[in-house]
């Protein structure tokens, strides 16, 4: 409780041959106790083989938050306010 993992593609594998995760970061939950499957594309033009034991993804270990949220009337101003994609300068 109080963690998750992170299935990601592996870099060499995406820049390489075009294979990488179709739902990336994949979450695994605290709770689940099953096997971990993997939905892999190849975005590349030629058929790639994988042979057991590849390493064809990574797993990464992460702390969860639970926050408590407060239901407001209002929210207070900020200088991006509703500003949404590419309004911070960026």
Do not use: W
């Not at 270990?61 to 949404?84: A, C, M, Y």
């Amino acid at each position: 409780s109080g963690y998750e993992g992170q299935i990601r593609p592996r870099s060499g594998l995406a820049i390489k041959h075009g294979i990488t995760l179709v739902n990336t970061p994949g979450t695994i939950d605290a709770d689940y106790r099953g096997e971990v499957k993997i939905i892999m594309i190849n975005l590349g033009d030629v058929p790639f083989e994988i042979a057991d034991g590849d390493r064809i993804a990574q797993m990464l270990i992460s702390k969860v938050e639970q926050p408590n949220f407060q239901i407001v009337s209002d929210l207070s101003e900020t200088p991006r306010n509703t500003g949404g994609f590419g309004s911070s300068g960026i």
